[in-house]
């Protein structure tokens, strides 16, 4: 039996302590409860990323408390009582939106990825900037009495050629949920996936098996298939994938749900999430989406300062009103779960993932690996606009090309499915073409022009004599147990689609990002 308590109070320096004014949530076996009552508890909630259209930079609807008061009536109407936030910083002032909704009962569950801090699927890759990120995000909200529940990846394998990304964001998960103890907390950390029949249960099982320290705190599924009134539990498929959930040892939940392929949306999977159909096995879920964009989910049209009702407004605050989803008290439960085995690796079992996942990256490792190299890049960072990233992309791409066609560039590779790992995968851009160059450096024995690419390199003065002892540096600020290995598999055989905005962007690195990450690839 795992217990976990959602909500603490943090005490660290710079950090103000708050009265909590709502009650803590507790995880026990695969149910949510409200730690003081001992009552279940049921999410009755929206996803929420307003304004997300109106802008290509990163928008934080928790930062801006004018958002949050145009907002606020609506949320408090409809009747939810949790919000899911795609996209958040470790930046600004949240403490006057988190408060508004605290005060209003309404819990918060925010995806840790944005579109330009994320593992991106077509060439995924977990380094210690990202873990960083994530770590950064923990520190900003965990002060928070109403941050339930943090999530690692959304939608990030969500097709059958890209399951490989799962082996990096599980790492990411085991790392954040590894920091997150370190502080003396104790947030859930999970995953949501769209409901691709191809790959359901091998993702499922995936990110429930290993150890507790890997295994998701909870499962959330963004499903889009009861479309209309005439759609049944039986004929929608819901029925199919609550059964996949039987027994299941965590508590799962739909992080996304509302198909609006039949307008308006009057949302008859209401009375199943929060009836007999399914309060057994699933803690309720999301409604898609709350404001409105081109997509046409939005529950409100929002402009400036007002926001206005759409159609689906009214048809979901009645459905929601007329469920009361009977459970049982934490007293009174006794979790009779069982955790899954990792699904089996290779192309005829639909997977490629190894259940031996990325190491923990240490920036510390990363920095003494750079003090032994001779031939290094000349940028000191991976550079942000996206013109001079889309040139230092293309210039990585041909040093990689170029040189690990004739060199061993194992030690910053990573081989997903086989479980593989170089010493210096995690290790971010600069870092990693700095070592594949000084490799041919060394290659060639240092002779004139070995060290130039182009002018991208320059060599410098090595303050250390090898690299023998880089892997032992570990930063102060993980504590993760990673699992690295050189070892193949023995079984290996070698955000929503449905968004045009949030939810998928949560799931995509960004367009200048993914140039990079393609020109990478070797």
């Known amino acids: 039996m795992r217990v976990s308590i959602a909500s603490l109070a943090v005490v660290a320096l710079g950090l103000a302590t708050q009265v909590a004014s709502i009650d803590p949530l507790v995880v026990k076996g695969s149910k949510w ?297 934490m007293n009174s439960y006794t979790p009779s779960g069982k955790q899954q085995s990792c699904p089996a690796v290779g192309a005829s079992h639909a997977w490629m993932a190894s259940s031996t996942l990325p190491p923990t990256p240490s920036n510390a490792t990363c920095e003494c690996m750079m003090k032994s190299l001779s031939c290094v890049s000349k940028l000191k960072t991976v550079p942000t606009s996206t013109d001079d990233l889309a040139s230092f992309g293309k210039s990585v791409g041909n040093i990689f090309g170029t040189v690990c066609a004739d060199v061993d560039c194992g030690d910053v590779s990573t081989d997903a499915t086989k479980g593989v790992y170089g010493k210096y995968s995690f290790c971010n851009a600069v870092e990693r073409v700095s070592w594949v160059m000084n490799a041919w450096y060394v290659e060639q024995r240092g002779v004139d022009g070995s060290c130039d690419f182009g002018g991208f390199a320059q060599t410098t003065k090595a303050t250390l004599k090898d690299d023998s002892t880089c892997s032992d540096q570990k930063d102060s600020s993980t504590s993760s147990g990673g699992s690295s290995s050189k070892n193949g598999d023995e079984d290996s055989d070698s955000s929503s689609s449905k968004s045009s905005g949030a939810s998928g962007m949560a799931a995509l690195s960004a367009g200048a990002a993914m140039v990079l990450a393609a020109a990478v690839m070797f």
């Not at 409200?34 to 802008?55: C, L, R």
């Not at 009836?275 to 879920?285: A, K, P, V």
Request: hydrophobic share 35%; charged share 20%; aromatic share 14%.
């Open 33 to 329: 409860f409200n730690k003081k009552t001992g009552a279940q508890f049921f999410v009755k909630g929206v996803d929420y990323q307003p304004d997300i259209t109106s802008t290509s930079q990163i928008r934080d609807p928790l930062a801006d408390s004018s958002i949050c008061t145009r907002d606020l009536p609506f949320l408090k109407d409809l009747g939810v009582n949790a919000i899911r936030v795609y996209q958040t910083e470790p930046f600004g002032d949240h403490d006057q939106c988190m408060k508004m909704l605290s005060d209003a009962g309404i819990y918060v569950m925010l995806d840790l990825s944005t579109p330009t801090y994320t593992i991106n699927r077509a060439s995924p890759s977990y380094d210690a900037d990202l873990l960083g990120y994530y770590q950064r995000k923990v520190d900003t909200f965990s002060q928070y009495d109403n941050v339930f529940a943090f999530i690692a990846g959304n939608e990030a394998t969500n097709m059958v050629n890209n399951t490989d990304t799962s082996a990096f964001v599980k790492a990411a998960l085991r790392d954040v949920k590894a920091y997150i103890k370190s502080k003396n907390l104790s947030i859930p950390v999970g995953y949501a996936t769209n409901d691709d029949a191809d790959i359901r249960w091998q993702l499922q099982t995936y990110f429930d098996c290993g150890s507790e320290e890997e295994q998701a705190d909870f499962y959330g599924v963004n499903l889009y298939e009861w479309c209309g009134n005439t759609a049944t539990f039986e004929s929608s498929g819901y029925v199919d994938v609550v059964k996949n959930f039987t027994n299941w040892d965590v508590p799962v939940l739909l992080t996304e749900y509302g198909c609006n392929a039949v307008k308006p949306r009057t949302f008859p999977e209401i009375a199943s999430i929060y009836g007999t159909d399914m309060t057994s096995t699933f803690s309720g879920g999301f409604v898609y989406e709350y404001v409105e964009e081109d997509n046409e989910y939005g529950l409100v049209s929002v402009s400036g300062n007002t926001g206005k009702k759409t159609a689906d407004y009214d048809n979901f605050k009645k459905a929601l009103a007329a469920v009361n989803p009977k459970g049982v008290t």
